[in-house]
């Protein structure tokens, strides 16, 4: 009884919400219906370029042909296949079209893809980059350390004047007081040079004195066999 209960209720919620459908296979993806639309294109194109041979065959036929019947029998002839070209040249634009839709589809599936991946990316990084700031970087103890540096940069530059400057130097002196006494001290060097010449006696000057001689006087001796020392005696030399 229990089994024959649950039949029953079974094929009543069948009854009332339906049988459930079957799926069938799944659709086909882009990529497989844009290479199936362009195996269709090529058939297509295969078509259109025998009838364009068959339809030259007719012009040939028709400009040779003398009887009009047979020419009239000809033109109807030329005429379906051109009918039959163009319905195939239009198929060809319309399978063209959709696959170019196709294709703009499955590029646009690539990009949404690329840009999900470039998101999801750009969230890691910014988790990271929160994490580092947090855990490494505290913007309080970088500002101290930069005011630190800023200060001993200041005292290193005091040190170095400090030891730049010119201890003998008054820093009140001024520079046209210095040129002043510069001028003076030169006046009083050419005066000091002029009385020193005045006080030495004509025959004591440089230029009165006669050059030290080099040998004896009227001596026909050579100059190097004939030497004189500093006081003008002759010196002795072998031979």
Do not use: W
């Not at 195996?39 to 012009?59: C, F, N, P, Q, S």
């Not at 500002?143 to 530059?157: G, K, Q, R, S």
Request: hydrophobic share 30%.
């Amino acid at each position: 009884k229990t089994k024959r209960r649950a039949k029953e209720s079974t094929a009543e919620m069948k009854r009332v919400f339906g049988k459930k459908k079957d799926p069938g296979p799944p659709p086909p993806s882009l990529h497989d219906a844009s290479e199936a639309m362009d195996k269709r294109v090529d058939h297509l194109d295969v078509k259109i370029t025998a009838l364009e041979k068959e339809l030259k065959g007719y012009r040939d036929k028709m400009k040779s042909t003398k009887s009009p019947a047979a020419k009239k029998n000809l033109q109807k002839r030329a005429l379906d296949v051109l009918k039959r070209k163009r319905m195939y040249e239009q198929q060809r634009d319309q399978m063209c079209n959709q696959q170019f839709n196709l294709d703009q589809a499955r590029h646009g599936i690539e990009s949404a893809k690329a840009s999900v991946t470039a998101v999801g990316a750009l969230k890691q990084a910014n988790v990271e980059l929160k994490k580092t700031i947090k855990q490494d970087l505290n913007i309080d103890e970088i500002e101290d350390m930069t005011d630190d540096m800023a200060d001993l940069m200041e005292d290193f530059n005091e040190i170095n004047d400090a030891l730049g400057r010119n201890f003998a130097t008054p820093e009140d002196i001024d520079e046209e007081d210095l040129e002043a006494e510069l001028e003076m001290l030169g006046d009083e060097l050419e005066e000091e040079d002029e009385l020193e010449s005045e006080s030495v006696p004509s025959y004591l000057q440089e230029p009165s004195l006669p050059a030290q001689p080099t040998g004896l006087p009227g001596s026909k001796v050579p100059a190097a066999e004939n030497r004189v020392d500093e006081y003008g005696l002759p010196l002795a030399h072998n031979g």
